[in-house]
């Protein structure tokens, strides 16, 4: 499968290498300055593994410097989009009011939200075409994608996506927001976390694609 994490697994190590030889450091006292293991700084240094926000910030406070320094994800518009919606008033006519639900279900051709902890005001500009609603992320298995339980996510209604897209997914009426790769007589549903095995599903499977992964509305 391809990684479609690898440049930025490779910028990650490009940043994390810089610092280290600016300070004149070596891995084993960056280790013990930033309580993460060698063979760990060993594995994002060689691209194996994406790093995850909480040794992203070990890292900031280790070296001194701003998380975006280590990982440029934490400059994404995502973060950006949070802020501007927070700091500027917008009409009621602009915005669209989604729901935050905590599960869904199809049910009779119909998708159903449910336990619906309130909504959001969304400003029409940022949602394009299509129909969305938000989601709270829940548990551990899509933490390496900067995912984490209680995450306030956008999906985008649709069925169809390419291969290694983050989608909300309906397995016998259990949802799931995964990675999702089809071929010819299976669908995998691949989560971010190495503890967690794919889910294989074939053609007999009751599966359903609900939508796409949009934004993560990342509060800090």
Known sequence: MIDRDLP???????NI???????????IKLSELSGISKSTLSDYKNCKTLINPGNVEKLSEAFGVPKSEI?????????DIVQEYENQKISSDSIDKLPICGNFSYVNGVLTYEDIEGYKDIPKSWLGSGKHFMIRAKGDSMINARIENGDLLLIRRQETFENGEIMAVL????AFLKRVY?????????????????IILNKN????????LKTNFIQY
């Open 8 to 14: 930025l697994k490779k910028e990650i190590a490009n």
């Open 182 to 198: 089809r071929t010819d007589n299976s669908l995998f549903l691949q989560s971010e976390n190495p503890k967690y095995p794919p």
């Open 71 to 79: 990982d440029p994800s934490f400059k994404t518009p995502n973060i």
């Open 205 to 212: 499977s009751k599966v359903k694609i609900i939508g796409k």
């Open 17 to 27: 290498q810089k610092l280290i030889k600016d300070r004149g450091w070596t891995q």
């Open 171 to 174: 397995v016998e009426e259990e």
